[in-house]
C-alpha cells in the first residue's frame, strides 16, 4: 500500500478530481428519472406509486450495499472497488434505455426496478469508496472533504434532472440513460490509475463490524442524516406533477426547480464544510436542526398558513433547503468519529473509520429511499401542499431529538476532553482529597 500522507499535493488533487469525476458519473444515474419518469409512467397507465418503487429502488438497494462496504474496503482494494462496479453501472443504465421496448407494464416494472437494484448497489460502492478514500487523503480535513465529495454528488443530482429532462425531450426514453451510461463507461480509463489510498484489514470479524453499526448513539447520529435526506428527496417524484398541476409547466421547469435545489448544496457545502472543521460542529446540527422544518412548511405552501403559492416561492423555499440540509448532514460523519473515539480512548482505528463511512453513506439512500417512497403512497391520498407540510411537522420531532442529543454528545466529549487534559482527575485520591486543575 502507498503511505497516502507522502503522496505529494499535486498527486492528491489528482487523485481527488479523479474520484470526484466518477463520484459525478456515478450519481448521475440516481436522481436522472426524476424529471420525466413520472410523467413517463403516467402516460403508460402506471400509478405514481409504481413511479416511486422504481425510482426507489436504486437507493433501496444502496442502503445494504453500503452497510457491507466497510467488509469490502477492509478487504479489496480501492482501485477493484472502483473499476468492477463501474463497469457494471455503466452498462446496467445502457440497458435501463431498451426497457421502452416492453410492452408490458409488469414485466416492464419487473425489469426496471432490477436494474435500478443492480444501478444502487454499485453505486454504494463507489459512493463508500469514494468518501473512504478521501478520508484517507486528507485526515485533517474530514468535513471539508465530506462537504466537497457532497458537493459532487449533489451536482450529480442537481444535474441528473435537468440532464434527463432535455435528454427525454431531444430523443425520449432511451436517449436519456443511453447517454448517461456512456459517459459512466468512460470513468473506467482514470480509475485505472489511482494508487491504494485505503487500509486493508481483512481479519476484521463481522462481529466487531456490528458492534460499531449497531451502537444506539452512533445510529441516532446515523438517521439524524437520513431524516435530512428525506426532506431532500421525499418532493421529487411529486414535484413534476404538482408544477403541472398548479403552474402549468413542463418537465423542463420541474427539471430546473431541482437543479436550484441541488445547486444550492453545491454552494454552501464546501463553505459549511471549512467552517465545521474550525468550529463547533454540533452548533451547525442543532441550528439547521431548528430552520429545516420551518422551511418545509412553506414548500407547498401547507395550506393553514394561507399563502398563495407562486413559481418565486417554490424555488426560494428549494434553495433554502438546498442551505440547510448540507448544515445539517455534514457534520455528522466528525460526530459519528467522536462518538466512538469517546467511548474507545480517543482510539479510531481504520476498520472503525471505514465502518462509519460506510454508514454515513447509507444515510444518504435511507432518507432518499423514505422519502420518494412515502411520497408517491401518500401522492395517492393527500395534495402535494397537504403532504409537504406534515412531513415538515414530522421533523419536528427529530429537531428535538437531535437538540437533547447534541447537547449531551458535546457534554460527554468536554469532559472526557477536561479529564485528559488534567489526568489526576480521574484518581480516586484525587478526588478524595479535592484536587482541582491549575
Known sequence: MFN?????????????????????????F????????????????????????????????????????????????????????????????????????????????????????????CGGVISATSFASLVSLYP???????????????????????????????????????????FILLCLVPEFYLPQLTSNTPNVSLRQFLTVIFDPWILFAGWHSSACQVLLNYHIPILSPYVERAFNADVVWSGTALLINCGTICISAPILGILVDRYNPYVFVAVSSLFLPITYLFMGPIPILHITSSKTQLLTVLALLGFFVPMGATPILIVLF???????????????????????????????????????????????EWSTGIIALLFSIQSIASWVFCAMVYWKKRRLEDQQRHPLLKSPLATEVGMTPQ
Not at 405514481?48 to 467488509?71: Q, R
Open 4 to 28: 497516502v500522507e507522502s503522496l505529494p499535493c499535486l498527486q492528491r488533487a489528482l487523485c481527488f478530481i479523479t474520484i470526484s469525476g466518477v463520484l459525478f458519473s456515478a450519481f448521475v
Open 30 to 121: 440516481y436522481s436522472l428519472p426524476g424529471a420525466f419518469l413520472p410523467l413517463y409512467d403516467k402516460d403508460r397507465g402506471l400509478t405514481s406509486v409504481w413511479t416511486g418503487i422504481l425510482i426507489g429502488a436504486g437507493p433501496l438497494s444502496y442502503i445494504f450495499i453500503c452497510f457491507m462496504s466497510a467488509l469490502l474496503i477492509n478487504t479489496f482494494s480501492n482501485k477493484k472497488l472502483f473499476l468492477t462496479p463501474t463497469f457494471l453501472l455503466g452498462t446496467a443504465t445502457i440497458l435501463f434505455s431498451l426497457i421502452d421496448f416492453i410492452r408490458n407494464n409488469v414485466a416492464y416494472c419487473v425489469v426496471g426496478i432490477s436494474l435500478r437494484a443492480v444501478q444502487g448497489v
Open 140 to 182: 485533517g480535513r474530514v468535513a471539508t472533504v465530506t462537504a466537497l465529495a457532497e458537493t459532487v454528488l449533489n451536482g450529480a443530482l442537481a444535474f441528473g434532472p435537468f440532464f434527463g429532462g432535455v435528454l427525454y425531450n431531444v430523443g425520449g426514453f432511451r436517449l436519456a440513460f443511453a447517454i448517461p451510461g456512456i
Open 338 to 384: 467522536d462518538l466512538f473515539k469517546m467511548k474507545n480512548n480517543g482510539e479510531l482505528p481504520s476498520y472503525a473509520r471505514n465502518t462509519l463511512v460506510s454508514l454515513y453513506c447509507a444515510s444518504f439512500p435511507i432518507g432518499a429511499f423514505i422519502g420518494v417512497t412515502s411520497a408517491g403512497i401518500v401522492a395517492e391520498y393527500a395534495w402535494f
